[in-house]
Each structure stands twice: as structure tokens, then as C-alpha cells.
């Protein structure tokens, strides 16, 4: 156990140093999602009764900049394919779980690092979060980093080019995000596109963040989907991809 840890720490520590050395993703990660929610958020104005759309958009930035940290973190597979380090890596005397489990918490890790300093943003936008939210958000941080990072990793692992990995992203991931309660809420979209949000886990993850997050003593959402719901089916999400990847990173 001391040598898988040992191992997966090194590919992990290897994914964030190589994150911080090109500025242009720490740049590309952070300020897309920022930019999104101010344009968007104060573009639409005041749409809602208890929340502006500034506010109610908070949360699904925070999901966006996930996605974006974790999913660009996870085009290094390819890259490391092409350059002859996987097939190295693939060689060493170690498991495949150990690169899984290195690659993943590194992306998971990067991605929880560029949503904290946006978390600090909430005030600015009038929203409380109340000691009481503080490890339910967490949860979700946590959660939603490791099954993003795993979703990213199933998809390059079976990719050989980083352009099919951005088509995959525009076709597959950016619609998962728009489908999830983060532009818009459930209740006011088609029966259909209802039933897609509903079975999208990303909207838990929003749904939970909404529930946890105050506007003058409110909750941005008063569904009557429970927090424990939320996080259960986030963490369900973070575990079914872990274990689809390691699935996946196994097979010959």
C-alpha cells in the first residue's frame, strides 16, 4: 500500500506542476467561467423574485469551473500517450489503479483549487453561506472534482487525439452543463428537457450548492430535494466514474 500511495502521489504532484508551468491553462481554466457569470448574470439582470440571475448563476459557474479544470486536466492522458510516458507508466511494475487513482486526484485536485478562490466571490454577489453549509459544500467540492476528473479521464483513455477529445467536450460535456439547472431552473423548462436534468447528476450538484447558498435568509432554491439527496447522488456519480476508469484503465 505504501508503494500504490507512494505512486499515485508522484503522478498526481507531476499533474499539478505541470499545470502551474503553462499559464495559459491556469489562465484558460479560471477566466472563462468567471467572465461567463458576470456577462451572463448581469446581462439578464434581476429575472427572478427572491434572487438575481448574478445570484442564481453563482452556483453553476462553480460546476463550469470544475468542469473546465477537470476536463482539460485529463487531455495530459493524451498527450502523455503520444509522448511515450503512458506506455512507460503502463510497463513500471505498478497497477493500473495507481495511475487511475494518480491522474484522477490530480485533475480532481486542480479543479478544487481553482473553485475555492470563487467561492470567496459569493459575498460580492450578496450570498450568504452559513456555517451550516460549510461541509455540505465541501462534499460537493469534493465530489463533483473527482467525478468530473474521472469522467475526463474515461474519455481521453479511449481517445488518441486532442481534437476528438474537444469534440467529445462540445458534443457531450458542454450540453451536460447547460442541462443542468445551471442557466435555467427544471421547473420552468419543456416536460422533456425536464426529464433530462433530472437524470443529469450534475444537477444535484447545483441543486445541493442552490440549497446551500443564502439570499437575504433564502435559500436560492426551495426544492424539496433534500441536500442528503444531492449529496448522495453526487457522490454515487464520483464513485461510478472512478470505478468505470479503473474498468476501463484494466481492460487490455
Not at 114 to 121: D, G, I, M, N, V
Amino acid at each position: 500500500m505504501r508503494h500504490f500511495w507512494l505512486a499515485s502521489w508522484t503522478l498526481c504532484e507531476r499533474e499539478l506542476v505541470r499545470f502551474m508551468r503553462q499559464r495559459s491553462r491556469v489562465i484558460g481554466a479560471f477566466a472563462p467561467p468567471v467572465i461567463f457569470w458576470f456577462l451572463i448574470g448581469s446581462g439578464l439582470g434581476h429575472s427572478f423574485r427572491d434572487a438575481n440571475y448574478l445570484q442564481y448563476f453563482f452556483p453553476g459557474t462553480i460546476v463550469l469551473i470544475i468542469l473546465f479544470t477537470a476536463i482539460f486536466s485529463t487531455i495530459s492522458i493524451i498527450e502523455d500517450r503520444h509522448a511515450g510516458f503512458l506506455q512507460s507508466a503502463l510497463v513500471a511494475p505498478l497497477s493500473r489503479v495507481t495511475i487511475v487513482t494518480g491522474k484522477i486526484s490530480g485533475a480532481g485536485l486542480l479543479a478544487l483549487v481553482h473553485a475555492l478562490p470563487f467561492l470567496f466571490l459569493a459575498p460580492l454577489a450578496g450570498i450568504h453561506v452559513p456555517v451550516t453549509s460549510w461541509l455540505s459544500v465541501a462534499c460537493l467540492l469534493v465530489a463533483m472534482s473527482i467525478g468530473l476528473g474521472g469522467l475526463g479521464f474515461l474519455l481521453a483513455w479511449r481517445l488518441d487525439s486532442t481534437q476528438g477529445f474537444h469534440a467529445i467536450m462540445n458534443l457531450f460535456l458542454i450540453p451536460m452543463w447547460l442541462l443542468s439547472g445551471a442557466l435555467f431552473p427544471a421547473s420552468g423548462a419543456a416536460r422533456w428537457v425536464r426529464i433530462v436534468m433530472w437524470c443529469n447528476p450534475l444537477t444535484y450538484a447545483i441543486l445541493g450548492f442552490q440549497k446551500s447558498f443564502f439570499v437575504a435568509g433564502v435559500p436560492l432554491s426551495l426544492s424539496p430535494i433534500s441536500i442528503g439527496i444531492c449529496l448522495a447522488v453526487s457522490v454515487a456519480f464520483a464513485a461510478a466514474m472512478v470505478g468505470a476508469s479503473i474498468f476501463s484503465a484494466q481492460r487490455t
